[in-house]
């Protein structure tokens, strides 16, 4: 059974940094797309970044020039450091496969929160 478990999050002012990390259990895990979305209050789930096994990465237009998502294959470990934070990126971030439809079980997330 594939598990994900998230760290890092934190509150930080606007223009600030955090860096998540997910730490992936599981058969073939590392064969995976891996991803971290994200649900602020009052809204639906949306992707972040996701990033293959090979490296190749996608980012949300919102996330583009200020998220970078990166991964450990070798340590079934994933990181996304967020950098120039923004209030809108206040949200429980998670770390699961890409694409969701082929998500795990959700677990808790990590709160990120932007606030002055």
């Known amino acids: 059974q594939v598990q994900f478990v998230e760290s890092g999050g934190g509150s930080v002012q606007p223009g600030g940094s955090l860096r998540l990390s997910c730490a992936a259990s599981g058969n073939l895990v590392s064969l995976f797309p891996m991803a971290w979305y994200r649900q602020a209050p009052g809204q639906q789930r949306e992707l972040a970044a996701s990033i293959t096994s090979g490296g190749n990465t996608l980012y949300a237009d919102s996330a583009k020039g200020r998220f970078t998502i990166s991964r450990d294959n070798a340590k079934n470990t994933a990181v996304l450091q967020m950098n120039s934070l923004k209030p809108e990126d206040t949200a429980v971030y998670y770390c699961?496969?890409?694409?969701?439809?082929?998500?795990?079980?959700w677990g808790q997330g990590t709160q990120v929160t932007v606030s002055s």
């Open positions: 699961n496969r890409y694409p969701a439809r082929f998500a795990a079980y």
